[in-house]
């Protein structure tokens, strides 16, 4: 008994010390930075648009300073009067993804970007930085927010409807996550039900719907919990699923899907998703990203699904920025837990193709994606998960069958197998050579597999505690 009020005693100090540094610098709202990035391959700049204020801060409290991952690109808060570093968020972008299309060799363009820091008591300076492709620094601005600036747009609710899916943190530490009753048997409100959530000590994920009209909104609902239950069926997810707020955002639109520009079709949708991004046809993004804050103002979030209302294979996942996804094509559940691990962990398609305009990861630069390696430092990847005397590379193994020609469960089974056995596998991030996953197969990989690698499940739990651990 001693020991137990002991150890409950350290976890209160821990937590008021953690309290004490967010309130320090802090106040319990979210400073909304909307920005353009403009350039081509070869030059980028970034520009200011506006700021707003919007109720709670739903990010984390602690760690503040610290980033899980490098991103392609940074924001850093800085106290103005110091200089000391209070905030730290890094990102990927759709505009660095476009700056490695041949389109970008002959025209300038530009995209939108928001980002939510905690609202700070005092003057701070706020560094915007972009990365190319070896880690350096190519674009950066730096401009100071005063917090009581006039100027900061207040943001509250916007009237669109919003409901909770599943709350995190709700049950006994004993307890199993599946244990809870009533998930299914609810009645869409405007505002959460049964008290407000926990956005201290859980990832809130916001869910916004694309595509759906007025008449279509018990579909999106409906659709909602399918994405919980596909993102929750999902190892190291299934374990991880009491950290986690889901919540559903009813934005309507005024006709049913999204844009198809090689069809001719144009929808009037809230955030503007359309497939043909960069001339790919499968390829759904939006870059309309203002648009999309504005859907979420006064819902607490941290990450965002895109519901796209089509039967239609597409999507897309940017780390830290969003995941796009379909709701009624038959590899929904692959393709949404696939394009969230890209936007949630940062994860790295394992893929190869050999037909991108521009090499994204070259040979004397290690991917900051924690499941590619080019071996300049490959200690730092999953080098402590190889079992002793892996050759590097590491062979195919024959016996696993070809995911494309799977005929029986037997056969699926050792393709699963196969996704648990670390090694250092040549071909991923689309090239064929000079970059390396960590599986024959993986979640990461391809749509046949239903699990992710050890590798990649480390990945995910690593940015989970990150988040929520303090």
């Known amino acids: 008994m001693k020991q137990m009020i002991l150890i409950i005693a350290a976890l209160l100090v821990s937590m008021t010390v953690v309290a004490q540094q967010f309130d320090t610098y802090f106040v319990d709202r979210t400073l909304r930075l909307d920005y353009i990035f403009a350039g081509n391959n070869r030059d980028q700049q970034i520009y200011f648009e506006q700021a707003y204020s919007t109720p709670r801060w739903a990010g984390r409290r602690s760690r503040l300073a610290d980033v899980p991952l490098k991103g392609n690109g940074q924001i850093t808060v800085k106290d103005h009067a110091t200089g000391k570093t209070l905030f730290v968020h890094t990102f990927s972008t759709l505009f660095q993804e476009w700056q490695a299309t041949e389109e970008a060799t002959r025209v300038n363009r530009a995209f939108d970007a928001s980002y939510n820091v905690p609202m700070p008591k005092l003057p701070v300076d706020i560094t915007v930085s972009l990365t190319d492709f070896h880690g350096k620094v190519v674009g950066s601005m730096t401009h100071t927010i005063d917090p009581t600036d006039i100027l900061i747009r207040q943001l509250g609710n916007n009237g669109i409807p919003y409901h909770y899916i599943w709350k995190g943190q709700t049950l006994p530490t004993d307890a199993k996550s599946s244990d809870q009753p009533g998930m299914r048997d609810y009645t869409p409100t405007e505002g959460p039900l049964d008290g407000d959530p926990d956005i201290t000590n859980c990832i809130d994920l916001a869910i916004v719907a694309e595509g759906y009209t007025h008449a279509q909104m018990g579909k999106f609902y409906t659709d909602c919990q399918r994405v919980v239950d596909a993102l929750f069926a999902h190892e190291p997810f299934t374990s991880l699923k009491n950290r986690f707020n889901v919540v559903a955002v009813a934005a309507e639109s005024l006709t049913s899907g999204p844009s198809v520009p090689h069809l001719g079709r144009w929808s009037a949708t809230p955030v503007g998703t359309h497939y043909d991004t960069f001339y790919s046809d499968r390829y ?187």
């Open 284 to 470: 759904l993004m939006t870059q309309d990203i203002h648009r999309l804050y504005d859907a979420l103002s006064g819902v607490p979030f941290e990450h965002i699904i895109v519901l796209v209302n089509s039967d239609t294979y597409g999507g897309g996942g940017i780390y830290n920025q969003l995941t796009v996804t379909t709701s009624d094509h038959p590899t929904f559940h692959q393709v949404l837990v696939h394009e969230f691990g890209h936007a949630y962990a940062g994860l790295g398609d394992e893929y190869f193709y050999d037909d991108g305009y521009e090499t994204m990861y070259p040979d004397d630069t290690e991917p900051w994606e924690p499941n590619l390696t080019t071996l300049v430092d490959f200690q730092s990847k999953w080098a402590d998960m190889m079992p002793k005397g892996t050759p590097i590379p590491t062979p195919a193994d024959p016996k696993v069958p070809n995911y494309r020609k799977i005929t029986n469960d037997k056969e699926q089974r050792l393709l699963d197998a196969s996704t648990q056995r670390v090694g250092v596998f040549e071909g991923g991030g689309y090239q064929s050579k000079g970059v390396y996953r960590p599986a024959q197969e993986c979640r990461m990989k391809v749509n046949e597999v239903s699990l992710f690698c050890p590798v990649c499940s480390r990945a995910i739990m690593r940015i989970t505690d990150f988040y929520t651990s303090h």
